[in-house]
């Protein structure tokens, strides 16, 4: 299963072509895609209008439900962030760690345009779709 990340849909609301929303659009009705909790609120916040958040939300909300967090998860995140800091890497968002490792852990794959995951991917197991 796929796991998109909100850098993903706000460049695919927005109608801004990318390799990243590009992939996600041929993967809609055709792949099992989830929408993160934390993710589904990052990307519904910036809706202007009633309508673009209604359509978003219709959207999104017919994928698989995942919960991102939880101790365990924020647990293992913290180790993530810290051994990345030991390599001399500092990832920026926690959010995105909390994704990354939430990811690694059960075994999704993520959709993302967010340079933070790289350092996920290159060290610690995160599979990216690119």
Request: hydrophobic residues 45%; charged residues 25%.
């Amino acid at each position: 299963m796929i796991l998109v990340d909100s850098s993903v849909w706000i460049d695919y609301f927005r109608g801004n072509p990318t390799p990243q929303s590009d992939r996600l659009d041929d993967l809609l009705g055709v792949e099992l895609l989830a929408i993160g909790d934390l993710i589904l609120t990052e990307v519904l916040q910036g809706f202007a209008n009633d309508k673009d958040f209604n359509h978003a939300k219709k959207l999104l909300t017919s994928l698989v439900a995942t919960d991102l967090g939880g101790q365990d998860i924020a647990i293992k995140a913290a180790k993530n962030f810290r051994a990345l800091r030991a390599l001399g890497i500092t990832v920026r968002k926690t959010i995105d760690t909390v994704i990354a490792t939430r990811c690694i852990e059960s075994g999704l794959i993520l959709l993302h345009a967010d340079r933070d995951f790289e350092p996920f991917v290159t060290h610690l197991g995160l599979r990216s779709v690119f």
